[in-house]
């Protein structure tokens, strides 16, 4: 029940075009739902976050849509750029405590 | 605004012997936690402290991990005596609360031959 299944576990896209990475969970106690980016070599940076009184949240390119009752969530990188190139985690949290997805590889083609 | 520091950046050690890490989480962050990465993987929580105190240890092998907080600043994390499976990054990380936004340093390669 404490597990974030994310999908897919790599993603191709061509450059411009529109990136969709997916988790669902099962504990419906999770109040915040962050999105970390990872580049090689480098930590975890916390790319946008949500928290489910709303259903979308929107940071320029980046949007999550999160739908509550299906126990869902997704980012969407809009116009996807060589530069978008890394690995991506979604995560939920819950009293204090943060579980992760597995992570999606995502490869935007010039 | 430092970031977190982490060092060393690389070590390469033979199984069986021991490593210590260190971490430096940024001014005022009172929640730290050290997780291990696999290569292909996601984090995982190791350790999570409050301050000085340990939060959350549930994932930590005890048997061959130990971390402290002393002063409820800085932290090491030693691994001994190491295992071939032990080989991954060891990332710090902290924020100023138990929610919101995580702050990771560069994270510590470990290679076990």
């Known amino acids: 029940q404490q597990q974030v299944k994310q999908s897919p576990q790599s993603l191709i896209v061509q450059k411009g075009g529109i990136s969709i990475i997916n988790c669902a969970y099962e504990n419906t106690a999770f109040d915040y739902f962050p999105w970390y980016q990872q580049f090689p070599g480098k930590g975890p940076a916390l790319l946008i976050a949500i928290r489910p009184d709303v259903s979308e949240k929107k940071e320029g390119r980046f949007t999550i849509s999160f739908n509550k009752s299906a126990k869902q969530f997704s980012l969407h990188i809009m116009d996807s750029q060589p530069g978008d190139s890394a690995t991506y985690f979604c995560?939920?949290?819950?009293?204090?405590?943060?579980?992760w997805g597995a992570g999606t590889k995502l490869i935007i083609k010039p | 605004e430092a970031g977190v520091a982490q060092s060393p950046r690389y070590k390469i050690i033979e199984k069986r012997q021991s490593v210590a890490f260190w971490c430096n989480p940024i001014?005022?962050?009172?929640?730290l936690y050290w997780y291990q990465q696999i290569l292909g993987q996601g984090p995982k929580l190791l350790i999570q402290?409050?301050?000085?105190?340990?939060?959350?240890d549930s994932q930590l092998p005890k048997d061959r991990f130990s971390a402290e907080r002393l002063k409820g600043v800085d932290s090491t994390l030693k691994i001994q005596p190491a295992k071939l499976e032990d080989s991954a990054v060891y990332l710090c990380?902290?924020?100023?609360?138990?929610?919101?936004?995580?702050?990771f340093g560069e994270g510590s390669r470990l290679t076990v031959l």
């Open positions: 001014s005022g962050h009172a929640t």
């Open positions: 990380a902290s924020r100023t609360a138990n929610t919101g936004e995580l702050f």
């Open positions: 402290f409050q301050n000085n105190g340990v939060v959350d």
């Open positions: 995560a939920a949290e819950s009293n204090y405590q943060l579980i």
